[in-house]
């Protein structure tokens, strides 16, 4: 009888082994799944938003466009640099500062670039650019979001 227990216990335990392992690719393909739907819901946020493009230049460096732009160019911060951004630091196109974006107007959003969260702090109007070069004190990349309006 104590065989039979035993037997039938290491059964259910290699078992559950067994399944653990199938289990493993299902649960990758779900996670796989739920990540194409996020990218998609992500892309077509990005397209109801116009926003034509993300780019990261640094400061000074003149970075083409793959087209000729007219819209909003904003300058994206992290939550940890939003502060910093929002009053010590200027930004300028072509010796044109950018302006605040007030808060609560169509010009503040957020979104998701390299899995973190950006929020709009700066932006200038432009006609018909195909280069961008930003100069700015900032040191670190600086986000910019291409927006047609």
Not at 57 to 70: C, G, N, P
Not at 107 to 127: A, Q
Request: proline share 0%; with cysteine.
């Amino acid at each position: 009888m104590k065989k039979r227990k035993f037997l039938l216990g290491l059964s259910v335990l290699l078992l559950t082994i067994l399944a653990g392992c199938g289990a493993d690719s299902e649960l990758t393909d779900v996670s796989q799944d739920i990540q194409t739907e996020i990218n998609k819901d992500y892309s077509t946020e990005l397209s109801e938003m116009n926003i034509m493009d993300i780019i990261s230049v640094e400061s000074d460096e003149e970075q083409q466009l793959s087209a000729q732009f007219s819209g909003t160019l904003y300058i994206m911060a992290t939550k940890e640099d939003l502060q910093k951004l929002s009053s010590d630091v200027d930004f300028a196109l072509n010796n044109v500062s950018f302006t605040a974006v007030k808060e609560n107007s169509d010009d503040d959003f957020n979104l998701r670039y390299n899995n973190k969260t950006y929020f709009s702090v700066k932006k200038i109007n432009v006609t018909d650019i195909d280069k961008v070069k930003i100069t700015s004190d900032w040191s670190k990349k600086i986000i910019v979001a291409l927006r047609n309006t």
